[in-house]
């Protein structure tokens, strides 16, 4: 089982950067992070594989950003230009390596992030 620790939230001025942290317990597989604001589906923010490719959905392109250290074994996502609409809670998700499937097995507890306008 991994554990997966978020840091980094909290209180974001519009317009502004939001980088956020993603600690394992163990070694990092193929990681992302989801988010899920009030009243949403929780939806893909950012992913990266276990070589280190990195996918992310066209409305967040030129935003956003997510790279590994392996060494500390923690995940980051940088947004750049945040909006009222990031508002959200933030998870952390790793992948079985065991897993056959497209798909996340661990997450995180979560995080807050709230944009002001």
């Known amino acids: 089982q991994v554990q997966l620790v978020e840091s980094g939230g909290g209180l974001v001025q519009a317009g502004g950067s939001l980088r956020l942290s993603c600690t394992a317990s163990?070694?990092?597989?193929?990681m992302a992070w989801y988010r899920q604001a009030p009243g949403k589906q929780r939806e893909l923010v950012a992913r990266?594989?276990?070589?280190?490719?990195?996918l992310w959905p066209a409305a967040m392109k030129g935003r956003v950003d997510i790279s590994r250290d392996d060494a500390r074994n923690t995940v980051y996502l940088q947004i750049n230009t945040v909006k009222p609409e990031d508002t959200a809670v933030y998870y952390c998700a790793a992948r079985d390596p065991n897993r056959v499937w497209d798909g996340y097995d661990y997450w995180g507890q979560g995080i807050q992030v709230t944009v002001s306008s």
């Open positions: 163990g070694s990092l597989t193929a």
């Open positions: 990266i594989s276990s070589g280190g490719s990195t």
